[in-house]
């Protein structure tokens, strides 16, 4: 689908623009072809144009998640395990069309989706039909196979006999030169992340440690850097996000047993950090059999304290919930998280909307609503800077200047 060839007129009741500014009322927002062109307070719309009426609802711009596995489906459906060695491919790509067609109904209008988990090169394949519109989907960064250390990902060796080949979720390297060696790879396939594991549960007892040494982040951090692609570094232990850090990484994922000295360096480095909550709260739920959005869970208790260690320290907090974990479409259930740990939901829409946008490098193209922005325009019922659960009520999806979403009862 291509952008309409009327400019759209929308009115909606409040308007949420991703910037410092409150929620205003009475402004209307005019699109033409894939572009925001104009924002202003006049009731009239310009001549010949779609009008929008959107009275009971507040417009904002299209949401982003910077965590996402559109090749995953929730593990309370199929292991990771199970997904990984017994589904094929192509089986996982049609299921990924879908997934990608969910999340652009919920609103979320771009995903970094940050690997493949054993389907190669698929989300580069992915992205590609999107952007040629044969299939609907959000706007998408990828990070094609992702890079683990040799033996220190899974699906674990050690379930098989010793003489099984078994597939792995990513690419396994070990030394600076095949670490070099599979980012120049990634980034030849298309990949516009390097994503690596800093750690990961392979201690003796299954107990997490760090994968790559420094020395291997660091080289693997330079060459993505020469080619101009940032570096995303999966960590949750204190260890392997100080290495990260310290090898240049920009976004830290996870980060779950974080300390406070590692939030303060991550401040100074300037680097972003994804606290994926809701992975967090649904793998506990699975595992333990408690209710999903539980703030008095275990797990969840101890997360809170990083949680507000980073937003104490300054850090660069992104949206990014590792949705495929969990079901997608309900991306918004990230944003909940933050809010129920601490952020104003204010805090919340700015890191799923402009601050997502700036981590991607990409503020100068969406994120905001702002004239000469790309067209990437939602808008929820009721309020969602007083209540964030507003983001479950979609009503309208407009990803650059096409409408996927309307208000029911319109055409
Ligand atoms: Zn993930």
Not at 205 to 217: H, I, K, Q, V, Y
Not at 267 to 290: E, M
């Amino acid at each position: 689908m291509s952008a309409a060839a009327t400019p759209i007129h929308i009115r909606p009741g409040r308007m949420w623009r991703g910037d410092d500014r409150a929620v205003q009322s009475g402004m209307t927002l005019l699109i033409e072809g894939n572009r925001i062109r104009a924002i202003g307070s006049r009731a009239q719309p310009p001549g010949d144009c779609e009008i929008i009426d959107l009275p009971e609802a507040t417009l904002l711009p299209g949401l982003i998640d910077a965590h996402a596995h559109l090749f995953l489906h929730p593990y309370s459906e199929t292991s990771w395990n199970d997904q990984v060695l017994k589904e094929a491919e192509a089986y996982r790509t049609i299921r990924a069309v879908r997934h990608a067609h969910a999340t652009l109904l919920a609103g979320f209008t771009t995903l970094r989706d940050l690997g493949t988990e054993g389907a190669g090169y698929a989300d580069i394949a992915l992205k590609r039909a999107i952007t040629e519109d044969l299939v609907p989907g959000p706007r998408l960064k990828v990070a094609g196979r992702a890079i683990v250390a040799s033996g220190c990902y899974g699906p674990a060796r050690s379930l098989f006999r010793p003489d099984c080949c078994v597939p792995q979720g990513a690419e396994e390297v070990s030394g600076g030169d095949e670490i070099v060696r599979a980012v120049r790879h990634q980034a030849a396939h298309g990949a516009d992340w390097i994503k690596l594991y800093g750690d990961y549960r392979v201690g003796p007892d299954g107990e997490t440690t760090p994968t790559f040494s420094e020395a291997e982040l660091r080289a693997a951090i330079a060459c993505a850097h020469d080619l101009n692609r940032p570096v995303a570094v999966h960590a949750t232990s204190d260890e392997a996000m100080r290495r990260a850090l310290e090898a240049g990484c920009d976004s830290i994922e996870h980060g779950y047993e974080g300390r406070r000295e590692t939030f303060t360096l991550m401040a100074r480095k300037g680097c972003a950090f994804f606290p994926t909550l809701t992975a967090r709260d649904a793998i506990a739920s699975y595992r333990h059999g408690h209710a999903e959005d539980d703030p008095h869970s275990e797990a969840m208790r101890q997360i809170a304290i990083t949680f507000r260690l980073a937003i104490e320290e300054g850090v660069t907090i992104g949206c990014g919930s590792d949705v495929g974990v969990f079901a997608h479409g309900t991306n918004y259930r990230e944003l909940e998280w933050m809010v129920r740990l601490g952020m104003s939901p204010h805090q919340a829409l700015m890191s799923a909307t402009a601050i997502n946008a700036r981590i991607l490098r990409c503020e100068n193209s969406f994120g905001r609503l702002e004239p000469g922005l790309c067209a990437d325009v939602v808008a929820v019922k009721g309020d969602p800077t007083r209540d964030i659960s507003a983001l479950r009520r979609i009503e309208l999806v407009i990803k650059n200047g096409v409408v996927y979403r309307r208000p029911e009862g319109t055409s």
